[in-house]
Structure formats: C-alpha cells, structure tokens
C-alpha cells in the first residue's frame, strides 16, 4: 500500500519513514538520531537508510588527463566529421589520393574517438589522427583557395592530437580495466 509524498508528489510506503524520492520525513516513527562520525554531538533531524542523491554525496572530482583525453577524442570526431565533407571536394578537383586518405582518416579518427573513450583499443584513434593530418597535407596543394579550411582542419587535428597524447595514459588505463590492449594480460 502506498501514500502520497506531500512535498514531491512521489508514491511512499505507508510505513515509509521518508520519501525516497525527496528524503522528506513522512508520518511513520523514524529511529532515532546516530551520533555524527568524528563528532562529539549527536545528529539533530531524520537520518537517512541510504546516502543523498549523487551530487551532494559524492563531490565530483577533476581528472586533467581524463578530461583531457575526453576532450581530445571529441575534437578529433568533429574534425573527422568535417573533414568528411571535404572528401568530395577533393574528388571533384582530381586529387583522388588525398580524397581517398582523408576519408579514411576522417572515419578511423571518428570511429577511434568513440572507441578510445570507451576503453577499446585506443591506438587507433592515434591513428586515425596521423592519416587525417597525411590526407590534408595530400589535399592542400590541390585545394586552391580552399586552403583556409585544410589548416584550419590541421590545427584542429594537431590541437586535438596534443591533448589525446597529453591524456593518452589514462586511455590505456580505461583499455587496461576492460582487457582491451594488446599485451596487457
């Protein structure tokens, strides 16, 4: 049987001591206040049978290598995506190499963003950044005055390789955790 929190709204039990929705105190006897760890007064008001919700219980802390790998990862997948565009471009000026090696860095760098955040094989985002910077050189001598957009696209991907390799440990940490390196048994 269920009651009506008077605060959230939420269903409660009726022998329910607080709402698990809001942590409001509701009619049921709750058990008496525990003393506060590492205090000499006891807790004045209800005590809870399970933590705060998340953001009040656990501080979240900052990780620089993870937030920068994360980061990395991210910019790359953009650059990968935009540089997709650029692939037919490049075939309809002839430049059929740096079409075809853009492509393919645009899409390993894309698909190795996403798998490295993940935890599987992180290298190849590497990768996928080294042959998207090989497939722009390639693109730049036929790009005319599109020439902007390659080294725009190149700063990106070499700002977005310097923060990958910056965090790159803690992408083989995420891979080591999951099993997902080679050589790492």
């Known amino acids: 049987m269920t009651a009506t929190c008077p605060s959230c709204g939420g269903s409660v039990e009726v022998n329910a001591s607080f709402c698990t929705w ?3 105190v509701t009619g049921a006897a709750s058990p008496p206040p525990g003393p506060v760890y590492g205090s000499q007064y006891p ?8 933590p705060p919700p998340y953001p009040y219980a656990y501080p979240q802390r900052t990780d620089t290598r993870r937030s920068l ?5 991210t910019l790359l997948m953009v650059t990968g995506g935009l540089a997709l565009l650029l692939v037919p471009v490049a075939f309809l000026m002839g430049a059929f190499l740096a079409g075809t090696v853009l492509m393919a860095g645009a899409l390993l760098s894309i698909l190795g963003g996403i798998m490295a955040q993940r935890g599987i094989m992180p290298y190849m985002v590497l990768l996928g950044a080294v042959i998207l910077i090989a497939g722009a050189i390639l693109f730049m001598p036929a790009s005319g005055f599109g020439i902007i957009y390659v080294l725009i696209g190149l700063v990106m991907v070499i700002a977005s390789l310097a923060m990958i390799l910056l965090g790159f440990k803690d992408l083989l940490e995420r891979a080591r955790a999951r099993g997902r390196v080679a050589g790492t048994h």
């Open 69 to 73: 790998a994360s980061s990395g990862c």
């Open 43 to 50: 807790v004045h008001g209800p005590t809870y049978a399970y």
């Open 22 to 24: 809001c942590g409001t």
